[in-house]
């Protein structure tokens, strides 16, 4: 049986709480390979930023009270829900900065806004990462400079301590 195959089995529906723990497992992924003596900063930053893009949907399914057990997939599940809202202006459902802006229009429109400092926090990082993260890395080899790699670093870990707080 292939793994794919197998993870259907095991894994067949996709919870946002089982993405806050796959968001985990990839940052723990990427440290592993960050920390590593062979300049793995490259596959560091893409786990980093799939860690980025979990946590901020997570947050935003949280704060929009996705059922913990509701598969995100699918047709009109969570992620096609979220990419047909009105808010929705990212480039695709891997957009840190269209998931950002999505779950901040959502909690302005609820009037739950965040506090001043912490929503400006939450830009400047998720910002920080767009500049350097996107999805077609997997088909790149260049390394990341440790200014790149501590960038990206402090601005998913800033995110990983505060997502809670973005997403309630």
């Given at each position: 049986?292939?793994?794919i195959a197998r993870l259907q089995l095991v894994e067949p529906v996709e919870t946002w709480p089982a993405m806050e723990a796959a968001a985990e497992e990839r940052?723990?992924?990427g440290l592993a390979l960050a920390s590593g003596t062979e300049n793995r900063t490259t596959g560091?930053?893409?786990l980093f930023?799939?860690?980025a893009e979990m946590l901020l949907k997570v947050a935003y399914f949280r704060f929009t009270?996705?059922?913990?057990?509701e598969n995100l997939r699918g047709r009109r599940g969570a992620l096609d829900k979220a990419?047909?809202?009105a808010a929705w202006h990212g480039r695709n459902l891997h957009d840190l900065v269209g998931w950002m802006n999505l779950l901040l229009d959502e909690r302005a429109a609820?009037?739950?806004a965040l506090d001043i400092p912490t929503a400006g926090l939450l830009q400047l990082h998720v910002r920080v990462l767009d500049g350097h993260w996107r999805e077609v890395l997997r088909y790149k080899q260049t390394?990341?400079?440790i200014t790149e790699m501590d960038e990206v670093y402090t601005s998913v870990d800033w995110l990983r301590t505060n997502y809670d707080q973005i997403g309630s």
């Open positions: 049986m292939s793994f940052f723990l992924d560091a930053i893409y930023g799939y860690t009270n996705v059922p913990r057990h990419q047909n809202h609820q009037n739950r390394p990341a400079t």
